[in-house]
């Protein structure tokens, strides 16, 4: 699927690419509406019907990865809630075996993500994969999401590499659609960023659906 002699940089996501998904889809679609409904005193139901509006309205943004943001926008202290259900925080089923092999190369490893450096830090405390990385960045340092094409601009002015030997795997294809469009040449989708949800049908990218698939000739 990739020709590792033709790749020295590599770009990972984290939400939905080494970790499970479904620690942030519990969490904004039950977690946080479950929270609201009881401080605002409505259903389940009046709950989500408000606020799933206010999430789309926000996606793609920076401000939807702020739990800042989030904290002052509900009146919930997000974080805290996060980690209220850190258990749910889980790895994808072969990531740590891919970073183990890919840390055996030369190649330049960075962790890419639009998470909050609250979040970031507290999935980074459970799954203890930052020893893995050359360095993390966070979209919020860099200011703008990755979405956004100044963000590509200024990841690479901060972090030189080479456009056409760089891959990034990610699971939003808003993202790498972003970095298509900046020039990276190397770019895969993953297909089942949510354990309990089912495999997506991907045609825009190559998809993986574990990283199995690209430990073949690391």
């Known amino acids: 699927m990739i020709d590792w002699k033709f790749c020295d940089t590599v770009l990972l996501d984290m939400d939905g690419t080494l970790l499970d998904l479904n620690f942030d889809n519990h969490f904004w679609k039950e977690f946080v509406p479950l929270k609201f409904a009881e401080l605002h005193n409505l259903s389940i139901t009046e709950a989500k019907q408000q606020l799933e509006?206010?999430?789309?309205?926000?996606?793609?943004?920076?401000?939807?990865?702020?739990?800042?943001?989030?904290?002052?926008?509900?009146?919930?202290?997000i974080a805290g809630l996060k980690a209220e259900i850190s258990g749910l925080i889980a790895v994808l089923p072969h990531v740590t075996e891919f970073l183990t092999k890919i840390r055996q190369t030369p190649k330049k490893v960075l962790l890419v993500t639009n998470a909050h450096r609250d979040s970031l830090n507290l999935k980074m405390e459970k799954t203890c994969l930052q020893v893995f990385f050359d360095d993390i960045i966070s979209s919020h340092d860099v200011g703008f999401a990755k979405e956004h094409p100044e963000f590509w601009q200024r990841l690479e002015q901060q972090h030189t590499?080479?456009?056409a030997s760089t891959l990034l795997v990610d699971d939003s294809l808003a993202v790498l659609n972003a970095a298509k469009q900046f020039g990276i040449g190397h770019l895969l989708a993953v297909s089942k960023p949510d354990t309990q949800q089912a495999r997506r049908i991907i045609s825009d990218y190559p998809a993986i659906e574990d990283f199995r698939a690209l430990m073949v000739g690391l």
């Not at 206010?54 to 904290?71: I, P």
């Open 53 to 77: 509006p206010r999430f789309k309205r926000m996606e793609g943004k920076l401000e939807w990865y702020c739990l800042d943001y989030w904290s002052e926008a509900l009146e919930l202290d």
């Open 161 to 163: 590499f080479t456009k």
